[in-house]
């Protein structure tokens, strides 16, 4: 086991994953900017470096600076946890090239399954469902008129090499079609450095049902059942609930079946997720895989009892999983909400400054990730999450109930937050009958 981790990451993921480690005995060493001086994550780590000033391009995305501190705290691993170089398969072979090792999957798993389109045929070749498209990447407009033609509109375009929404256009005939394919490939190479792009078949009113894997070194593939993550804006996750409120039971074995399988094709190990749409018939389409642990893992970690982000640590270090498929059970349900330093009341501007006022809920049920607390200034340069509050209980409707009452508890001021847009869906009646898809709280918001 190691002795020393550095997280090469920040807010609440750093939190999560330096608990994680000091309950295994291991010592942590936390990079921060010049901005996130005083952020939670600097405040709890063994030892604690500044990489540099608040631009992530020269902190949290600089591998050099990265690096340097690794060797300078003398560490034995490096846990990307999720966003900036978590999955950058370049990160993953520099930390090995300097005998640290990478928390995460090999860098052959993370290049086949991070391009979509290497990850589409993978999947074809093991029998897990995908949507009609493109064979590969498409390299000029009537190559993608013509795949449209044949599938029929509409269709999505997606960048090869990334997610979140970026790079992606829908298209409902040619001109908009040509049109977006260029925007796209625009965007795609700006966010990701490369423009590479493919077209499928859009599905529309689908659901996000998405499958959470965890393997060994050892060639042991299992999965921790699956999530609903079809409450979105912008292609951004609101509210993750585990496990999919609208599935059977031989319809989920099917599913997470298909994901596990996937993942075993592509040699996989450590924590990553299988990503579907699910259309109005139940039929599921491959739509990704991420090669880390996921902001809404916890909803899982809950419904399992499993520690998602100790298990990557041990994988990492070479053990072999705790646990067999069998002996993974359910209990109960859990839902999570991200909270956002965000105005919904203004069309979800930012709002950083300083929290005057900052109470936490609590009671019987309650989760709550952040590494936020009472003077704590939010800085604008990064992501607007500021925490992530979890409900368990043995329903789905007492798990409601109990996130409802956290929400009226949970106190932030004087900047603006999502607290009163959850509380709001957390009331409506389509989200408490889960009659919803991945447009319906845009759809919601437009009214």
């Given amino acids: 086991m190691f002795s020393r981790i550095l997280i090469a990451n920040r807010g609440e993921i750093a939190v999560r994953i330096i608990r994680a480690a000091r309950e295994m005995g291991i010592e942590t060493v936390a990079v921060y900017s010049a901005a996130d001086r005083d952020s939670r994550h600097v405040k709890l780590a063994d030892r604690a470096i500044c990489i540099g000033p608040a631009k992530a391009s020269e902190s949290y995305l600089n591998i050099s600076r990265i690096i340097a501190a690794a060797e ?5 691993a490096i846990h990307p946890g999720y966003g900036f170089l978590a999955e950058n398969a370049h990160f993953a072979e520099v930390c090995r090239s300097c005998n640290i090792e990478f928390i995460g999957p090999s860098v052959e798993s993370m290049q086949t399954l991070g391009d979509k389109v290497q ?7 093991s029998k897990v469902p995908t949507s009609p498209g493109s064979k590969g990447r498409i390299d000029d407009e009537d190559e993608a008129v013509k795949v449209a033609h044949e599938i029929g509109f509409p269709v999505i375009i997606k960048a090869s090499a990334g997610g979140g929404g970026r790079g992606m256009r829908v298209a409902h005939n040619d001109m908009s079609l040509r049109s977006g394919l260029k925007a796209a490939m625009t965007e795609a190479e700006a966010a990701f450095g490369d423009g590479g792009v493919y077209v499928e078949k859009f599905i529309e009113k689908a659901r996000h049902v998405e ?3 965890i393997g060994d070194q050892h060639g042991n593939v299992v999965h921790l059942w699956e999530r609903d993550c079809t409450m979105q804006r912008r292609k951004q996750k ?29 040699n996989y190990y450590s924590a990553g997720t299988v990503e579907f749409l699910m259309d109005d018939k139940k039929n599921f389409y491959l739509m990704e895989v991420n090669t880390r642990v996921q902001v809404e893992h916890p909803v899982t970690e809950m419904i399992t009892g499993v520690d998602i982000v100790r298990t990557q640590i041990r994988v990492a270090a070479g053990e072999k999983l705790p646990f067999t498929q069998k002996q993974i059970k359910r209990n109960g349900h859990a839902i999570e909400v991200r909270i956002n330093a965000e105005d919904p009341d203004n069309g979800f501007r930012p709002s950083p400054g300083v929290l005057e006022r900052y109470e936490p809920p609590g009671g019987l049920g309650v989760r709550l990730d952040s590494h936020c607390y009472t003077g704590y200034r939010v800085p604008p340069n990064y992501d607007s999450m500021i925490a992530k509050l979890i409900a368990h209980k043995p329903t789905r409707d007492e798990a409601i109930a109990t996130l409802k009452r956290a929400l009226a508890e949970f106190e932030i001021s004087p900047i603006k937050t999502t607290i009163s847009l959850h509380a709001d869906l957390m009331r409506n009646g389509s989200f408490l009958k889960s009659d919803i898809d991945i447009n319906f709280v845009e759809r919601l918001l437009e009214q």
């Fill in 211 to 213: 499958v959470q894997i």
């Fill in 119 to 125: 990850c589409k045929q993978l999947a074809i070749r």
């Fill in 72 to 76: 300078v705290a003398n560490v034995d």
């Fill in 238 to 266: 609101l509210i993750e609930e585990a496990p999919c409120p609208v599935l059977k039971e031989d319809e989920r074995e099917r599913l997470c079946k298909a994901a596990t399988r996937l993942c075993k094709a592509a």
